[in-house]
């Protein structure tokens, strides 16, 4: 079966004929960083994390670019001014116990096939931090504002703990195949625990830390 031409080429992508049916080719993505992909897709003048902060003294209290409230004294972090070696704190003035660099250097991929009629994510992650808690969950665009649901669509499997070297490899179905409108995202658990359905609060014992959004 001849696919149009007139086809764009995300559906061309998601789309092939596989014994005489439709079925979603293989997905796959690399993750950036949350601050790269939040400072482009809200056109920051600075590159900025609005996830996590910095110390200054000059900062006052204030609620940040995503709703986030913090302490005076702190504010996040800009990308490319700021010292890489800043040490990383949470809204409330709490020491995360890494720097702004360590927090920027994780990577990832993630591919999501078909597999018997259920969507099966695969994810690899390096450079996480060691025996720490985090969460995959999913950005849902289309909904205003933006909603996050947890990856698998109950959250019994989306949490995972880091290897001590700091890689992750995640497997787990999910209940409906991405689109543009939706996206992969890997929250840190400062706290050491997870929170099921929910995130967790945002900038305090919650961040946002690599994301990858379908074409």
Do not use: C
Request: hydrophobic share 40%; no cysteine.
């Amino acid at each position: 079966m001849k696919v149009p031409a007139i086809l764009s080429a995300a559906a061309a992508l998601l789309l092939a004929s596989v014994g005489g049916g439709l079925a979603a080719s293989p997905l796959k993505m690399d993750f950036v960083t949350h601050a790269a992909f939040f400072s482009a897709e809200f056109k920051q003048p600075k590159a900025l994390d609005p996830q996590v902060f910095i110390h200054d003294a000059a900062a006052q209290a204030a609620t940040g670019s995503q709703g986030i409230k913090h302490v005076a004294g702190v504010r996040p972090p800009l990308i490319d001014q700021d010292a890489k070696s800043s040490t990383l704190y949470n809204a409330e003035d709490k020491p995360l116990g890494f720097d702004l660099q360590t927090w920027l250097l994780a990577s990832g991929s993630v591919t999501i096939t078909m597999q018997g009629g259920k969507s099966l994510l695969e994810a690899n992650f390096r450079g996480l931090r060691p025996n720490a808690h985090y969460s995959l969950f999913e950005n849902h665009f289309d909904q205003t504002p933006v909603s996050f649901t947890p990856m698998d669509g109950v959250g019994k499997t989306n949490s995972f703990v880091a290897q001590p070297d700091g890689s992750a490899k995640v497997s787990m179905t999910l209940p409906d195949f991405p689109t543009h409108a939706n996206a992969v995202l890997l929250i840190y658990h400062s706290d050491g625990q997870t929170h099921g359905l929910e995130r967790g609060r945002i900038g305090i014992d919650t961040h946002h830390q690599l994301i990858a959004r379908p074409e």
